[in-house]
């Protein structure tokens, strides 16, 4: 199962996301839960630079929007 | 939209513009097609010719041009360009975001990339310049 983040720029609207997959949104930077179990590295919540880093490093494929 | 090839180790991402093999998305959902400025050679992606005079001392240097782009699409951008170039290939990375040019080079240094330089170019305009030694 390919992981999938999607990095939401503000003011933006991801389509097709799925529950398992980790979304971003950005200004401020935090990351939402999805559906259960939660799968990303780090929980629901604010996160920094380095933590969007580790996700765009974790993931299988990166989705800007 | 713009999607990203996943990757082994590490997986890959993109945005648009970026040099991908997925570069000019087609996804009819992705609300940033057509954004890059077919003006500006460097905008977007390495493909741009270099800068005139730019060599590495491994070949040519490319550009990639961010100004406008905020992190962490910065360093997604230019993770996705480095992904694009040879090993030992110099990546020049263009921003007018300062936190880029702190954050670039740490994120980038982290991966395993050598951070050759970071430069000013103006009054809010710095240059990273990067060479890549990791796949």
Same mark, same amino acid.
């Given at each position: 199962?390919k992981?999938?983040?999607?990095l939401?720029?503000?003011?933006?609207?991801?389509?097709?996301v799925?529950?398992?997959?980790w979304?971003?949104?950005?200004?401020?930077?935090?990351?939402?839960?999805g559906?259960?179990?939660?799968?990303?590295?780090?929980?629901?919540?604010?996160v920094?630079?380095?933590?969007?880093?580790?996700?765009?490093?974790?993931a299988?494929?990166?989705?800007t929007? | 939209?713009?999607?990203?090839?996943?990757?082994?180790?590490p997986?890959?991402?993109?945005?648009?513009?970026?040099a991908?093999?997925?570069?000019?998305?087609?996804? /009819? %959902?992705? *609300? &940033? +097609? $057509?954004?890059t400025d /077919? %003006?500006d *050679? &460097? +905008? $977007?992606?390495?493909?741009?010719?270099a800068?005139?005079?730019?060599?590495?001392?491994?070949?040519p240097?490319?550009?990639?041009?961010l100004?406008?782009e905020?992190?962490?699409?910065?360093?997604?951008?230019?993770?996705?360009?480095?992904?694009?170039?040879p090993?030992?290939a110099l990546?020049?990375?263009?921003v007018?975001?300062?936190?880029?040019?702190?954050?670039i080079p740490?994120?980038?240094?982290?991966?395993?990339?050598e951070?050759v330089?970071?430069?000013?170019?103006?009054?809010?305009?710095?240059?990273?310049?990067?060479?890549?030694?990791?796949?």
């Amino acid at each position: 199962m390919k992981r999938v983040l999607h990095l939401v720029r503000p003011n933006a609207a991801p389509a097709g996301v799925a529950d398992r997959d980790w979304v971003v949104y950005l200004q401020p930077t935090r990351l939402v839960a999805g559906g259960a179990p939660h799968t990303a590295p780090f929980p629901p919540g604010p996160v920094d630079h380095d933590q969007v880093v580790a996700l765009v490093f974790a993931a299988d494929l990166v989705v800007t929007w | 939209m713009t999607k990203s090839s996943p990757s082994s180790s590490p997986p890959t991402s993109s945005s648009p513009g970026d040099a991908t093999a997925d570069t000019s998305s087609t996804d /009819p %959902r992705d *609300p &940033t +097609r $057509g954004e890059t400025d /077919p %003006r500006d *050679p &460097t +905008r $977007g992606g390495v493909n741009g010719p270099a800068l005139p005079g730019q060599r590495g001392r491994e070949g040519p240097l490319s550009t990639i041009n961010l100004c406008g782009e905020l992190c962490p699409f910065t360093f997604v951008r230019t993770k996705l360009a480095l992904e694009e170039l040879p090993l030992g290939a110099l990546l020049r990375v263009i921003v007018d975001h300062e936190p880029a040019t702190r954050n670039i080079p740490r994120s980038a240094t982290e991966w395993g990339q050598e951070v050759v330089g970071v430069m000013s170019l103006g009054p809010r305009t710095w240059a990273i310049d990067l060479r890549k030694r990791v796949r």
